[in-house]
C-alpha cells in the first residue's frame, strides 16, 4: 500500500548549519495496517508522516502509495494533527461537512453523512458549536471526523492525542481503535508513548534521536479486537512495552 | 456596583459623554475666551448646521468620498497584504515600499497630488485611500502570516488547490487580524477625509470647519467638530457591529460568557 524507499529529509537551520532529520528510512506499509511510528523527541517521525502526506518535499528517496508516486496532498492520505487544525470560523457540523463540499459532494447528502460521524465520535448536540467553545478531546473528535468524512485510504495520524489529558486520551485510543475495527484503514501512528504504540497497532516503527534512522521494528501480535483492560494484564503487553522502552533507552549503534 | 452599570448597555458611554461635555462646559467658564466657546453655546449651532441643505450636502460629499477612498483601499490592501503574507518575494518586494510611506504624513501629499490631479474629488479620495491601506496592508500581511500551516495541510488534503486556499482558508483565518487594521482605517480615513479638505478647501465638512474657524465663527467650528466626532463614533459602533457578525467565532469564550455572568 504504502511504499516509503531510502527516505532522507535535511533542513537548513537558521544558522544556515545542515540538519538531518531523517536518513535513510525503508519500509513497506500493507492495507488496513495499522504502524506507529516511535521515537524520542526531534527524532523527524513528524517530518516523516508530514512526506507521507505531501506536505514536506523529501531530500531524497520516494514515497509511492498504491504504485505511485507521492508529489503533493491527496484526499487518499487524511491527516490528523496534534494541534487539531479544525477551522475556527467553520461550525463543528461545517468542518466535519468540509472536505465533502469541497469535493463537490451535495450540500444536503454531506451533511447527511457529517451528522453520522458527529454521532460516531460522540458529539451529538454539538454540530452548532465553534471550535474555541469545545475542550481539548473534543476538538481531535472533530478533527477525525472531518478527516473520515472524506473517506481518506490512509490515516495520517501526528502525535494526535499528545495534547490531552491522560483520561481523556485514553478514552480517544479507544474509540480510535473501535472506528478502525469497522473498516480497517491503513494507519501511520506518530507518537513518543510507549503504551499508545503497543496498544495501538500492528506493528511499531522505533526511530533513533536525530537524524532519525530506523532502530527497530517490532510487531505487536496481540489479538484483536483488543480491549484495555484485558491487556494491560496480558504478560504479552507488558513485555512489549518494557522491551520497546529498554530500546529507546540503549544507545545508539555507531555512536 | 460597576458590574450593574456595565450591563445597562450604552450607560457608560453616556455618562462619559455628559462627562466630557461637563468639563468642556467648566473649562469655559473658568478661561473665558473666545476661542473656546462654552459647550451649551456650540451645540446650540447643531440644528443650524443640520438643518441647512447646503451643509447637509457638503457632509454627505465628504461621506461619499470617504467611503469611495476607504472602499477602494480595502479592494487593494487587503489581496496585497495576504499576498504578503503567504509569500516571501511577495513581501520582500512590498516591504520597504511600505515602510517608507507609512510614516510620511498622508495629507502632507496632499499639495503635490493636488498638482497631478486638481483639487476635485481625485485628490481628497487618493488621500484617503493612501491613508487607509497602509494600515489595511499591515494587519492583513501580519494576520496571513500567522495563520497555522496545518489550517493550509488540511485544506490541501481535502483537494483544495493553492489559489482557493488563499480565498478560503487564509482570508477567513486572517479577519480577525484584518479587522484590527481595518477599524485603524477607518479612522484614519475620516481624519485624512478632513485634513485633505482643508487643504483642498473646496467642498465638504472640513471646508465648513476651516470657513468657521476664518470667520471666527467659533460655536459653528466646535459644533463642527462635535459632529466629526459623532460621524466617527457612529462609523465605529456599525464596524464593530461587523465585526462580531463576522468574526464573532474568534472571540474568546470568557467574553462571550460575560452576558450571562
Redesign the interface.
Known amino acids: 500500500m504504502i511504499a516509503i524507499t531510502e527516505l532522507s529529509k535535511s533542513f537548513e537551520t537558521a544558522r544556515g548549519a545542515a540538519h538531518v532529520a531523517l536518513s535513510d528510512i525503508s519500509f513497506d506499509v500493507a492495507e488496513g495496517e495499522f504502524i506507529s511510528i516511535l521515537g524520542p523527541s526531534g527524532c523527524g517521525k513528524s517530518t516523516l508522516l508530514?512526506i507521507v502526506?505531501?506536505?514536506v518535499v523529501p531530500s531524497r528517496g520516494a514515497v509511492t502509495i498504491a504504485g505511485k508516486a507521492v508529489t503533493?496532498?491527496?484526499?487518499d492520505?487524511?491527516?490528523v494533527?496534534q494541534?487539531f487544525?479544525l477551522?475556527?470560523?467553520?461550525t463543528v457540523l461545517g468542518n466535519v461537512m468540509?472536505?465533502l463540499l469541497?469535493?463537490g459532494v451535495a450540500r444536503p447528502d454531506a451533511e447527511t453523512r457529517a451528522r453520522a460521524l458527529i454521532s460516531m465520535v460522540h458529539l451529538t448536540g454539538y454540530e452548532g458549536f465553534?471550535?474555541?467553545?469545545l475542550s481539548g478531546g473534543m476538538k481531535q473528535r472533530v478533527a477525525i471526523a472531518?478527516?473520515l468524512a472524506?473517506r481518506?485510504s490512509i490515516l495520517l495520524m501526528d502525535e494526535p492525542f499528545g495534547a490531552l489529558d491522560a483520561l481523556t486520551r485514553t478514552a480517544l485510543q479507544n474509540e480510535l481503535l473501535d472506528i478502525w475495527e469497522r473498516d480497517r484503514k491503513t494507519v501511520l501512528f506518530v507518537t513518543h508513548s510507549v503504551e499508545e504504540a503497543v496498544f495501538l497497532s500492528d506493528r511499531v516503527i522505533v526511530l533513533t534521536r536525530a537524524p532519525g534512522r530506523i532502530k527497530a521494528a517490532v510487531d505487536i501480535a496481540l489479538a484483536r479486537p483488543r480491549r484495555r483492560a484485558e491487556l494491560l494484564l496480558d504478560r504479552r503487553y507488558q513485555t512489549l512495552v518494557v522491551d520497546i522502552e529498554r530500546l529507546l533507552d540503549s544507545p545508539e549503534e555507531g555512536r | 456596583m460597576s458590574v450593574r452599570l456595565a450591563a445597562v448597555p450604552g450607560l457608560p458611554p453616556l455618562l462619559a459623554c455628559c462627562g466630557l461635555l461637563a468639563l468642556w462646559e467648566i473649562a469655559a467658564r473658568i478661561f473665558d475666551i473666545s476661542g473656546l466657546p462654552p459647550a451649551h453655546q456650540a451645540l446650540r449651532e447643531l440644528p443650524a448646521i443640520l438643518g441647512d441643505r447646503g451643509s447637509v450636502l457638503n457632509i454627505l460629499d465628504s461621506l461619499r468620498r470617504m467611503g469611495l477612498g476607504f472602499a477602494l483601499a480595502l479592494l487593494a490592501a487587503i489581496p496585497v497584504g495576504l499576498a504578503m503574507g503567504r509569500s516571501r518575494l511577495v513581501a520582500a518586494f512590498f516591504n520597504p515600499l511600505l515602510m517608507t510611506i507609512y510614516p510620511v504624513p498622508k495629507a502632507a501629499l496632499m499639495p503635490i497630488i493636488m498638482l497631478w490631479l486638481g483639487v476635485g474629488d481625485a485628490s481628497k479620495t487618493l488621500v484617503i485611500f493612501l491613508g487607509v491601506s497602509l494600515p489595511v496592508i499591515y494587519h492583513s500581511y501580519q494576520g496571513a502570516r500567522a495563520v497555522?500551516e496545518?489550517?493550509l495541510?488540511?485544506?490541501?488534503?481535502?483537494?483544495?488547490a493553492a489559489p482557493r486556499r488563499l480565498t478560503h482558508?487564509v482570508l477567513?483565518?486572517a479577519?480577525p487580524e484584518i479587522f484590527v487594521g481595518v477599524r485603524t482605517g477607518l479612522v484614519l480615513a475620516l481624519i485624512t477625509m478632513v485634513t485633505s479638505e482643508m487643504i483642498a478647501r473646496q467642498a465638504g465638512i472640513g471646508n465648513i470647519l476651516f470657513n468657521s474657524l476664518d470667520m471666527a465663527l467659533y460655536d459653528a467650528v466646535y459644533a463642527t467638530i462635535v459632529i466629526v466626532g459623532i460621524l466617527g463614533f457612529a462609523l465605529d459602533v456599525g464596524l464593530e457591529r461587523l465585526r462580531s457578525w463576522l468574526?464573532g467565532?474568534?472571540?474568546?469564550?470568557h467574553e462571550?460568557a460575560v452576558g450571562t455572568a
Do not use: I, N
Open positions: 508530514y502526506g505531501g506536505f503533493g496532498p491527496g484526499p492520505r487524511g491527516p494533527f494541534e487544525a477551522f475556527p470560523w467553520k468540509y472536505g469541497e469535493q465553534y471550535p474555541k467553545e472531518r478527516t472524506y481518506p | 497555522e496545518k489550517l495541510w488540511s485544506a490541501a488534503a481535502m483537494g483544495m482558508v477567513p483565518a479577519l468574526v467565532w474568534a472571540t474568546p469564550v462571550m
